[in-house]
């Protein structure tokens, strides 16, 4: 009975960290976005080319934050 209580007692915890690690993710990948294209700005690139560079890290961010989400959407299911 204490093992049940155990793990149920961690449920809400690995959902809160998961929604907690999810919502930083996000203002990472904004304040990336935007710290780039304001960089590109000043050193007079274009938006394009600092796109195309960023581009990938993009990509990786957006697979890992998918893959979170479909954690946590996991995790709320089986609760």
Do not use: F, H, W
Not at 21 to 28: A, G, K, N, R, T
Not at 58 to 63: N, S
């Amino acid at each position: 009975m204490t093992e049940q209580t155990e793990l149920t007692g961690t449920e809400p915890v690995v959902s809160e960290e998961l929604a907690e690690v999810i919502q930083e993710l996000e203002q990472y990948r904004e304040r990336l976005l935007n710290e780039t294209l304001t960089t590109a700005q000043r050193a007079k690139m274009s938006k394009t080319k600092a796109m195309a560079q960023l581009e990938p890290i993009l990509a990786q961010i957006d697979a890992k934050l998918e893959e979170l989400r479909s954690q946590q959407a996991m995790l709320s299911v089986q609760n």
